[in-house]
């Protein structure tokens, strides 16, 4: 091994103390950003998720469903729940100028009890016309579901039966969705028919959920599509003033409310991220020059035994390089085991879709970062080096650095 | 190797460009198999014409031929090699690396090029200098006198022709000076130049020249 490389390797490991302090700050430069950039990009591939699932230009539910937040939870965080509306909301949509295409869904909340396997968010919808649900499934399943099949989120496990039953109806799960970053990755997506039978038996059962509405005309939420070249905010006014119980959303002020929620929270992490930065390179300054500072007789050991300036450069780049290169590393590694894990809790605590980046993205922005992180250790160390060599060996044993 | 400090001169300035301190133009040789000893009080200059004649200090004027080399006229790199080849020197004070062995310490000069060393010098290095029993030690455990023992071997383990010793008795004991001085002429007689600077009235009787400096010159 290059004689550099080897004092190098033994300086580290004969300063440990030094050494860990200098690994931790890399590893913080490295970590903070990998993971400052890994959460704002989850967050922003979550909303971009969001907005594709959601699908349509308005939204009409009942106005507890969009008051208490009950349609919001369901969406973003799975919670499970339910809300009913009367069907006849939908020819009263139908017939407003403006609408292209009207397709209602159903929420059904199963139950902990001995009729259902697990408890889940079920979402019923109706294939021949539904716009939202069904391009998704194509996507994924690409066949018909047909009556008493089901569809699983991508948080939902598949039982080795294959099978879930959901208010005393046996249902064959015949295939699990891409994963969205959204309360309905942990939904159970059925067709009107499967539905209607759990609605009808949880009815039977007992289960309160229709003491307002009758269960066969009941509908959970309409997504409408308007036509081209109306105005969505138009249209949702028309909406408005024709129905009295239910309410009209755009889309677009549903996703605002995320996207502001966002920009907040990437604006925290960015200025975050960047407070770190300058603290931590500040500091990288300070100690490498303190460190440089305090082996001014250990350089010049090196110096009269031999040693050239660019040796001397050598060894304390190649020492800083091997320390970030370490803390870069498992910085990186401990950003990603903080996150990975625990996306679906940050989902809930910031109560914003979370959708991690593909692994090439990941890949590129640990190795950016990680490459970042070794520039920056390597140009400060430099500037240290340049800094006590550019001073003659004779004067340092003279009056120091 | 000859050494020989032709007209070398030196300022040394503060920082507000006050002069501090002038090496008046000095002229000397320190010859092949003898000790030259430059002897005077402390800040006469000794130490800085020490450096200067080790390569590690560019003076104001003059030059410092080592051989037929003169040393100034090399870049930083070529005159590191030819120091790491030529040039041994036993600075003043500690001067080894606390984390690394005794026997890592001594090696540092061959290591550092990747140079063939005899191990029966070094042997016979660590044995001579009392050092056998620490060899596999951590250096930082090392009292001074210990490690003003390893800067010789250190100085040495390369055979180079030339040793520039900065106060090598310095804060020793008898015997530690005696064994010092004992190396030190012994490394004499066998064909080396070895230039000493020093204030030790007992290592003058080891000199086979002495220099006297006051002021920031010979006289």
Redesign the interface.
Known sequence: MKFEINLAIKNITGHSGRSIALILLAALLSGSVFGGSLIVKSLKNGLSSYEDRLGADIIVASEEALSDGKFESILLQGVPGYFYMDDSVIEIVKDIEGVEIVTPQFYLASASAGCCDTLVQIIGFDPEDDFTIQPWIRDCYGQTVNDGDVIVGCNINIPDSNRYRFYNVDCNVVAKLDKTGTGLDSAVYANMNTIKMMMENSEQIGFGYFDEVEPEHAVSSLMVKVKDGYSVTDVQRAINLKLTDAKAVSSKDMISGISEGLGTISGIIGLLVIVIWVFSFTILIVAFAMIVNERVKELAVLRISGASKKMISEILISESVLMSLIGGLSGNALAALVIFPFADSLKISLNLPVLLPGSLYITFLFLGTFVTSILVCGITSALCAYRITGKDTGLIFRDGA | MKLIADKVGYQ?FRKDKKLLFELQETSFEAKEGKITEIVGHSGSGK??LL??C?G???PSSGKIIAGDTSLYDLS??A???F???NIG?I??????????TVT?NIL??V????IEYSVELLDELIEKLGLKKLAGESAGGLSGGEMRRVAIA?ALVGKPEIILADEPTGDLDSDNRKLVLTSLKEIADAGAAVLMVTHDKEAEEYADEILRMDGGRLI
């Open positions: 040394y130490s800085t450096n200067i080790a590690l200090l560019t930083d790199e005159r590191s090699k120091r790491n080849k020197i600075p003043q004070g500690q001067s080894v690396l606390k984390h690394l890592e540092l000069p290591s550092m090029y990747g250190r």
